[in-house]
């Protein structure tokens, strides 16, 4: 099983809104990525957790808020966005961090649209 | 920097004819190359990748992909195209230990 499932699916939120996304995996797996992308582009890296410690900020601005609770379950926290941020988010987990060979697994992303 | 290419934004195919969809590399040391596909509104599905050994990399839904040293390339490739293959294409690497860096990505259309 190589699923990686995240929550909501679609989101819709103020300026002034406190939000979650949710991403979970029971793959075993020790790494886990946050992407965002938007339409017709590749996804843009934005935050890894190696073994549920932070290893990389793709200098993200602060109002985006990662958080790794436990091996299984990643979160972004959200809070005072911009309209510009609205994009798919995309979790991702693969076996090893630094694992040159390592295949990234990619969940269904959640829709975000900041008004 | 290392990098990979998709030289073509859009690909247009007859349904039942071979498709082919490009990535080149830019890469030192060994290339870690995978091919993912996203359907609409949907995350990235993981295809096929090449780490080392057979040129040939057989990989999900009938599609695969050929490893050429020599031209720097990495094109994905299905014998027979279907409809349901209409979708965004990415090929990407894996720079050492660091996450994977994805080409701009090729729309591909069957059809019918």
């Known amino acids: 099983d190589t699923e990686v499932t995240q929550t909501p699916k679609h989101l819709v939120m103020g300026m002034t809104n406190k939000k979650s996304l949710k991403c979970e995996q029971h793959?075993?797996?020790?790494?886990m990525y946050w992407y965002k992308q938007k339409a017709k582009k590749p996804p843009e890296l934005m935050f890894v957790?190696?073994?549920?410690?932070?290893?990389i900020n793709e200098s993200v601005p602060s109002r985006f808020s990662p958080e790794c609770p436990n091996s299984s379950l990643l979160n972004l926290h959200l809070h005072a966005l911009q309209p510009e941020d609205s994009a798919l988010y995309l979790c991702?987990?693969?076996?090893?961090?630094?694992?040159?060979?390592?295949?990234?697994?990619f969940g269904p992303g959640t829709r975000l649209t900041v008004l | 920097a290392q990098s990979v290419a998709q030289p073509e934004d859009q690909v247009n195919v007859a349904e039942g004819n071979p498709l082919t969809v490009k990535c080149t590399y830019s890469?030192?040391?060994?290339?870690?190359l995978f091919w993912y596909v996203q359907y609409p509104n949907r995350g990235l599905q993981f295809l096929l990748k090449?780490?080392?050994?057979?040129?040939l990399v057989k990989g999900s839904y009938g599609f695969e992909a050929e490893f050429n040293k020599s031209q720097t390339s990495f094109h994905l490739k299905k014998p027979s195209a279907l409809v349901s293959d209409s979708a965004l294409y990415f090929c990407?690497?894996?720079?050492?230990?660091?996450?994977?860096?994805f080409g701009k990505g090729t729309r591909l259309s069957v059809i019918a």
């Open positions: 090449y780490i080392t050994g057979d040129n």
């Open positions: 890469v030192s040391g060994n290339p870690y």
């Open positions: 990407a690497h894996k720079p050492g230990n660091t996450p994977l860096v």
């Open positions: 793959m075993g797996h020790r790494a």
């Open positions: 957790y190696s073994y549920e410690k932070l290893s």
């Open positions: 991702a987990s693969s076996q090893l961090p630094a694992g040159g060979t390592d295949t990234q697994y």
